[in-house]
Structures are given as C-alpha cells and as structure tokens.
C-alpha cells in the first residue's frame, strides 16, 4: 500500500514475553520513528532512525527496548521480559528526512495495540 | 525538557468556530505542528508553522503563534461533524534531517448537532 504499516495491529501477550511489532514505511522513506502512545496522552518519541542506523534513542525507556532497521526500510521494535507499564498503542511513522521540504511532515501508520496481562 | 500542554476537551456547535490552544516550553522550538487523530486512522498533519511566523491561513484552518508568551492556537472555522478528532499540538527543533517530535496530550474535540 502507500501508507505506513504497521503489524500486528493488535497483540496480547503475557507479563514477562517477549514481543516483535514490525513497521513498513513508505516506499522511499529514509527516516523512520517509533512512538508509544499511552491511554489519554500524546505521542512519545522513543527513537529515530536514518537509513539503516539509529540516529536518536534517547527515547527509550530501558534497555529491554530495542529496534533495528537492518536494510534501512522495514524495521522490528523489540521489548522484552514485557511489563505491564509496556501496554500502549506502539506507533511508526516515516519521512522523506531532511532539507528540501516541510519538517516534521511525518507519516503515521494506525499503530501495534501492545496489552501485557 | 521540552513540555506541550493543551486542554483535554472542547465541545463545539455545527457551524461555529473551534479554537484549541496549546502552550510549549522550549523556546528554541522551530517549527509548530497541528496534528489530527481519527478512530482507527494514524496520526495526520493538519497544518504548521514556522516560528519566525505570527499566522498562517489555510483554509478552514487559522493558526497563530505568539512566540513571547510560547502560545499556539488552531482555529477551525464552520465546524462540521467530520472534523470531530484528537487534535495534538507537537513542536520541534528540527535538527536537520531529525524531525523529532515533542507532542502535547491532545485536545478531543467534540461538535454538538
């Protein structure tokens, strides 16, 4: 398609799993974000990514966070041993990143609904 | 760290103007975002500005910006049902290339028939 995609769009798991939300951005995209959007809040940033590496990370939370980006298109947002406090709408979105136009213009995907029981 | 914080909810007639605020605390944010969240559609960008920029018009939507006292406001002009959303206020440096994000709570806006 020719939005971000996000997948799964919904996951339920346990206290202590570990859990893989993927991100498709748009065709051309050379940067990529993460954000968590918890209930009755705003976006987070958590971290950024330019091609391939992460440029930003100082939004993650702890070190059971991790992303990568491996050929610098789609990229995986890994959590593990998920806590409770990790429920949240996990969101992507993409960008054609840096001069020649508009900042801030990101593409949002409609998110990974992450619930930890 | 940087801080935005809007209202969290305004309720509208059909066919009056909406007017969401929004303060931030960073002054050396750059570039001032409006943001729109549908049920079941991602975020998407409504309208921003620059901040060496008092207003900007676009249509339906006014934006207006005093940077001395770090206030942002959207007006929607003849509200319709369709416009009824999250709206998020959102600011950023924009180191070149990073176009990270500070985002407010959001401001749910609901329109009465």
């Known amino acids: 398609g020719a939005g971000v995609s996000q997948t799964p769009s919904n996951k339920v798991t346990e206290k202590g799993k570990y859990v893989e939300l993927r991100c498709d951005p748009i065709?051309?995209?050379?940067?990529l974000y993460w954000y968590r959007q918890s209930l009755g809040q705003g976006p987070e940033f958590l971290i950024y990514?330019?091609?391939?590496?992460?440029?930003?990370d100082s939004g993650l939370p702890n070190d059971r966070f991790f992303a990568v980006r491996p050929e610098g298109s789609v990229s995986t947002l890994k959590i593990q041993r998920t806590e409770r406090g990790d429920s949240a709408v996990y969101l992507c979105?993409?960008?054609?990143?840096?001069?020649?136009?508009?900042?801030?213009?990101?593409?949002f995907g409609e998110g990974s609904r992450l619930t930890v029981l | 760290g940087e801080d935005v914080e809007q209202s969290l909810f305004l309720s509208v007639r059909e066919g009056d103007s909406s007017v969401i605020n929004c303060t931030y605390t960073d002054s050396s944010s750059t570039y001032l975002y409006w943001y729109k969240q549908e049920p079941g559609a991602g975020l998407q960008l409504l309208t921003y500005i620059f901040s060496n920029m008092d207003m900007k018009q676009d249509q339906r939507l006014t934006v207006l910006l005093n940077k001395k006292d770090k206030h942002l406001s959207l007006r929607i002009a003849d509200t319709q049902t369709g416009d009824s959303a999250i709206y998020f206020c959102?600011?950023?440096?924009?180191?070149?290339?990073?176009?990270?994000?500070?985002f407010g709570t959001g401001t749910r806006l609901t329109i009465i028939p």
């Open positions: 959102a600011e950023s440096e924009a180191n070149f290339g990073n176009e990270k994000l500070t």
């Open positions: 065709s051309g995209h050379t940067a």
């Open positions: 990514f330019q091609g391939t590496g992460a440029a930003d």
């Open positions: 979105a993409s960008s054609l990143g840096g001069g020649g136009r508009i900042t801030g213009e990101l593409f």
